[in-house]
């Protein structure tokens, strides 16, 4: 019997290290060379302090910012998750009506699909620029800007799809909030 375990073992032991060590160690090290700042969680820093990460939403409810997608975890990371609600469902039909009313109240501006619905992970850092550009009034109210100029940066902020194919356009929501911010408003 020792003369099969101890080789299972040893192959157990020496793959484990393999694939479980040594290759996500290789892996990790390349893309630090390769992408550091993607390797390192594509965090944004103002002034050596981390204030968020391109790829992670977070939550902005003040009337001076851009408003994100809802989120079904309330923007919690570590407990991410959609609200498992299906299209049939009368809960998420309360939900997405309360939205859109909400939505429309605030920017005055029929309420995109993507302001009335949570993204899959509730953590979607992006906005449609439909989205951003229906909110763009309500900012320039709050911060006393003028409109245009709030749309312009708008428009600076929208990336396109990836190499123009895939995707759609979109606008990161904490990159356009902090650029309001900078703007000194």
Not at 42 to 50: A, N
Not at 119 to 147: F, T
Not at 157 to 170: D, F
């Amino acid at each position: 019997m020792m003369t099969h375990l101890r080789p299972a073992l040893a192959s157990l032991l020496a793959l484990s290290l393999l694939t479980g060590v040594a290759y996500p160690l290789a892996l990790t090290g390349i893309a630090a060379v390769i992408a550091p700042d993607r390797a390192a969680g594509s965090l944004i820093l103002r002034e050596g302090q981390v204030v968020g990460s391109a790829l992670i939403g977070q939550g902005f409810d003040g009337p001076g910012y851009l408003h994100p997608r809802p989120s079904a975890s309330d923007w919690n990371a570590a407990g991410t998750s959609a609200s498992n609600l299906g299209p049939t469902s009368a809960a998420l039909l309360a939900e997405v009506q309360e939205r859109q009313a909400a939505y429309e109240a605030q920017n005055g501006a029929p309420a995109p699909v993507d302001a009335v619905t949570a993204s899959g992970s509730g953590l979607d850092p992006h906005v449609s620029p439909a989205n951003a550009r229906a909110q763009a009034a309500r900012i320039a109210r709050a911060r006393g800007l003028d409109e245009a100029a709030v749309r312009r940066l708008i428009e600076a902020h929208v990336e396109p799809p990836l190499l123009g194919l895939w995707g759609q356009a979109r606008v990161n929501v904490l990159a356009v909030n902090l650029a309001l911010d900078a703007a000194g408003a």
